[in-house]
């Protein structure tokens, strides 16, 4: 049994990590967050030692291994723009980090990271739950067994409709989150860069508080995308059906079927990283290029190959 903490348990993404922690048959010995609604820590770990205050949550980790309880890995799931800071906690503590995505907001984070993984010996995982998504292995195997010089046409649509308390959250906020792309569209980019290969090409079309698209030419694919948080522009039919998002992956003109299968992708990554195999420190590293270009890029519009979303009519902030 490995001993866990966790930093950011009242976060959206903070129950699948206890729940994972939970299912590979480890403790969590203690989580922190600024805020308190942490009940869901009962349905896993009741006797976890909780803070809402970092100088606190570091002195009680500290106890603990000045006391014989060494933590084996601190699970990171706070908001993207405090990875890198709590990365290097978790090392500095003799502990390995695993982080939600995006490890980081920018490539020399990244080379940061590295050199405190050399001087601590510890380990830094990120978990990239679509490489472990049973259809997406099936297509990469798919995609190494077909025709060695075919490049494919692939279309990439993301609706996942937000409220206005995203724009007043840190998700809101590009210097936190880094931005719709980067929010919600990483571990995407991830999975092309991990399938499709080497990056050649990246334009941005679209790029404001609510959507982004944009052309991503790789040594294997050719990728028309659009993110979006706007409930207005999802499909009728999507709407119709009481749903709040929609996710399309075509690939020559055919749907890539991947709707289901996401309960237990943590739970996997995590077994993973426990038996040695996990995804590491470089593993995002291209994702995190691509997501950093579209933030710092500026946008062309509708020219060249772009994603037919692309067309739809912009909407002002709604704080403007």
């Not at 933590?71 to 723009?81: E, G």
């Not at 279309?155 to 809101?172: F, I």
């Not at 690939?251 to 993973?272: K, P, W």
Request: charged share 25%; hydrophobic share 40%.
């Amino acid at each position: 049994m490995k001993n866990f903490a966790m930093i950011g348990a009242a976060g959206y993404i903070a129950p699948r990590h206890m729940k994972a922690i939970k299912e590979t048959g480890n403790d969590l010995v203690a989580a922190m967050d600024k805020f308190d609604s942490v009940g869901v820590i009962d349905s896993y770990f009741p006797n976890a030692s909780f803070f809402t205050e970092f100088e606190r949550f570091d002195r009680h980790i500290d106890k603990l291994k000045r006391t014989g309880h060494q933590l084996d890995y601190v699970s990171i799931c706070s908001p993207n723009y405090l990875h890198d800071a709590h990365i290097r906690f978790a090392l500095r503590q003799g502990a390995d980090a695993i982080c939600e995505k995006p490890l980081v907001l920018n490539p020399w984070n990244m080379d940061a990271l590295a050199l405190i993984e050399k001087e601590t010996g510890h380990k830094i995982y990120n978990i990239l739950q679509l490489r472990v998504h049973p259809s997406i292995i099936a297509l990469k195997e798919k995609i190494e067994n077909g025709p060695k010089n075919k490049v494919y046409d692939i279309d990439l649509t993301y609706l996942t409709s937000r409220g206005k308390w995203y724009y007043t959250s840190w998700k809101g906020d590009l210097s936190k989150s880094g931005g719709i792309a980067t929010n919600i569209g990483v571990h995407f980019f991830d999975m092309l860069s991990w399938i499709f290969g080497s990056l050649k090409k990246n334009t941005v079309h679209i790029n404001t508080h609510d959507r982004s698209a944009g052309f991503l030419e790789f040594e294997k694919a050719r990728v028309r995308w659009f993110l979006s948080i706007n409930f207005d522009l999802l499909p009728d039919d999507v709407k119709a059906k009481g749903q709040t998002t929609y996710r399309s992956i075509t690939i020559e003109g055919e749907e890539l079927e991947f709707s289901g299968g996401f309960t237990d992708l943590h739970t996997t990554s995590y077994a993973d990283i426990l038996h040695g195999k996990g995804y590491g420190l470089e593993a995002p590293r291209q994702a995190i290029e691509i997501v950093h270009t579209i933030r710092v890029s500026t946008p062309i519009g509708q020219k060249g190959d772009y994603h037919p979303f692309a067309c739809k009519p912009l909407v002002a902030h709604p704080f403007a």
